[in-house]
């Protein structure tokens, strides 16, 4: 199945630290999705994207629906330690999420 | 309310073997998708089900088949198992089919195929 691209793949920053993350795809989708996910769990939605050029944001995050609907970047500002995790982007056509390969974030005390 | 639940949380199967994986979708919840996720990848489609009709199928052979009951809780069914089906499976429901509708995700049925 199709996946989109994501990175970089892996984040080591320091606590306070700004982070910045993307996604594109060599198709458009309609719907663009911000997901967390810790060890042993599923998936947790953190924003979602509907048109074209939205942006969104989400306490520290802050996420954007690119032009072209071909791409999204996700910001996380002022990192905290529990935001270490696995974050993914997904595109959402019709009834199917396709996601990325995932970005690992380790935020550094 | 409730989450999503899935079980077992963990299983371990021989090649060549069936197993059935469960969900319970979050309470109020008709629309049932299914996900395989491999180590450090993102999870993949396998299907949706929509008030007991299957509403969509990813790139996955016909041994993955699945049902949703009437309670609209749902089951995966994998057959004859390969090495390569260890995965984390994942199931996400929502309230209907559409783009606009929120998926909440279980914590998922990790699998493993020796």
């Known amino acids: 199945g199709q996946q989109l691209n994501q990175s970089p793949q892996s984040m080591f920053i320091q606590e306070g630290e700004d982070v910045s993350m993307n996604c594109t795809s060599s198709?458009?989708?309609?719907?663009w999705l911000w997901y967390k996910q810790d060890p042993g769990e599923g998936p947790v939605l953190l924003i979602a994207l509907y048109k074209a050029g939205e942006l969104t944001s989400n306490g520290r995050l802050t996420a954007q629906f690119g032009i072209t609907r071909k791409d999204s970047f996700l910001n996380i500002s002022a990192s905290i330690p529990s935001d270490v995790g696995i974050y993914f982007c997904a595109g959402q056509r019709s009834n199917q999420f396709y996601f990325g390969t995932g970005t690992s974030l380790t935020v550094i005390p | 309310e409730t989450g999503v639940t899935q079980s077992p949380t963990h299983l371990i199967k021989t090649r060549g073997q069936q197993v059935t994986l469960r969900c319970s979708s979050q309470?109020?919840?008709?629309?049932v998708s299914w996900y395989q996720q491999a180590l450090g990848q993102g999870p993949q489609f396998i299907f949706q089900y929509y008030r007991e009709e299957e509403n969509g199928r990813g790139n996955f052979p016909p041994r993955f088949s699945g049902l949703q009951f009437p309670n609209y809780s749902s089951e995966l069914n994998v057959n004859a198992l390969e090495l390569d089906d260890s995965a984390l499976y994942l199931c996400?429901?929502?309230?209907?089919?559409?783009?606009?509708?929120?998926?909440?995700f279980g914590s998922g049925t990790r699998l493993t195929v020796v």
């Open positions: 198709s458009i989708f309609n719907t």
């Open positions: 996400a429901s929502s309230l209907g089919r559409g783009p606009n509708y929120g998926y909440t």
């Open positions: 309470s109020g919840h008709n629309t």
